[in-house]
């Protein structure tokens, strides 16, 4: 993963879902209140909001996959009537190699201070 791809998925976490997210376990995270997050970004920009459904879509689906949660609840969340495109499947693979990272960076600092 190139420092650029690392850096736009470490910036869309940092500043668009940590500050909605940050202090829910994932399970606290629904279809409601993902729906109201994309709402209030929507207002400001059809971009961010984009970003953070594809990033959030990501996410979860991640997180069903390795077990952390059973269903997805993007699945339930409403797609603004309008049926989603697939769109460039490298930025989303970028995307999930991101977190990816983060994830192993995560369980390391953990695993540091259980020592």
């Given at each position: 993963m190139s420092e650029a791809t690392y850096a736009r998925c470490e910036r869309l976490v940092r500043t668009q879902l940590t500050p909605a997210f940050g202090d829910l376990t994932i399970g606290e995270i629904t279809a409601d209140r993902?729906?109201?997050?994309?709402?209030?970004?929507?207002?400001?920009?059809?971009?961010?909001?984009?970003?953070?459904?594809?990033?959030?879509?990501?996410?979860?689906?991640?997180?069903?996959?390795e077990g952390v949660i059973l269903s997805n609840p993007m699945e339930v969340a409403a797609a603004d009537g309008v049926p989603g495109r697939l769109g460039d499947l490298s930025v989303y693979r970028e995307l999930v190699r991101g977190r990816m990272k983060l994830r192993r960076d995560e369980r390391r600092r953990d695993v540091g201070h259980d020592r």
């Amino acid at each position: 993963m190139s420092e650029a791809t690392y850096a736009r998925c470490e910036r869309l976490v940092r500043t668009q879902l940590t500050p909605a997210f940050g202090d829910l376990t994932i399970g606290e995270i629904t279809a409601d209140r993902i729906e109201y997050h994309l709402a209030a970004q929507r207002a400001a920009s059809e971009e961010a909001a984009a970003s953070s459904r594809g990033a959030i879509q990501l996410l979860f689906a991640f997180a069903v996959g390795e077990g952390v949660i059973l269903s997805n609840p993007m699945e339930v969340a409403a797609a603004d009537g309008v049926p989603g495109r697939l769109g460039d499947l490298s930025v989303y693979r970028e995307l999930v190699r991101g977190r990816m990272k983060l994830r192993r960076d995560e369980r390391r600092r953990d695993v540091g201070h259980d020592r």
